[in-house]
T-cell receptor
């Protein structure tokens, strides 16, 4: 079935380090792909998205490219900050019938230290 | 706009008790859903609704009931709580997508439920 696999965390980095969080997916058809971020004590917020192959989503210095050939959507940031500490979820969207269902990965916790 | 609101923020129940988690949105969104978040498992869809009077099951519906009498509200009921329902519950809403466009899904702040 359709699914999303993320690298296990936690990921611990020093401030200004380079971040990569891997995400791969299995899906029928052509899903849209998303990264959501959950800060401590809050709900999920959409970080970025890509709706078709080779699209690059970007926001707040984060980027991810929709790679159909490798079924991947890895999240990257060139220089992380302490404020980026959160849990990051990769998700895919199955669309149909006028409504949408998001399928989430397990989440990757990122801890950034000064 | 308040967005998506959930009450309560925290709740402790004993096995067998019943309760209702409240969810409301003021964005006139047709689509609303409930997820549970468990460690190492991400978010899993419990129930969803595409409009008032219409509900359907998600991935993990057992033990939960929902109803949608208004566009704004989408309560989640636990009829007889079990320890396996200890989790963090998130409500979400979005406008229905048309013409291939995607409307962002907005999440509430969550309800942390513990069943003893």
């Amino acid at each position: 079935g359709d699914s999303v696999t993320q690298m296990e965390g936690p990921v611990t980095l020093s401030e200004e380090a380079f971040l990569t969080i891997n995400c791969t997916y299995t899906a029928t058809g052509y899903p849209s792909l998303f990264w959501y971020v959950q800060y401590p004590g809050e709900g999920l917020q959409l970080l970025l998205k890509a709706t078709k192959a080779d699209d690059k989503g970007s926001n707040k210095g984060f980027e991810a490219t929709y790679r159909k050939e490798t079924t991947s959507f890895h999240l990257e940031k060139g220089s992380v900050q302490v404020s980026d500490s959160a849990v990051y979820f990769c998700a895919l969207l199955l669309a149909g019938g006028g409504y949408n269902k998001l399928i989430f990965g397990a989440g990757t916790r990122l801890a950034v230290h000064p | 706009n308040a967005g998506v609101t959930q009450t309560p923020k925290f709740q402790v129940l004993k096995t067998g008790q019943s309760m209702t988690l409240q969810c409301a949105q003021d964005m006139n969104h047709e689509y609303m859903s409930w997820y549970r978040q468990d460690p190492g498992m991400g978010l899993r869809l419990i129930h969803y609704s595409v409009g008032a009077g219409i509900t359907d099951q998600g991935e993990v519906p057992n033990g939960y009931n929902v109803s949608r009498s208004t566009t704004e509200d989408f309560p989640l009921r636990l009829l007889s709580a079990a320890p396996s329902q200890t989790s963090v519950y998130f409500c979400a809403s979005k406008g229905l997508s048309t013409g291939g466009t995607y409307n962002e899904q907005f999440f509430g702040p969550g309800t942390r439920l513990t069943v003893l």
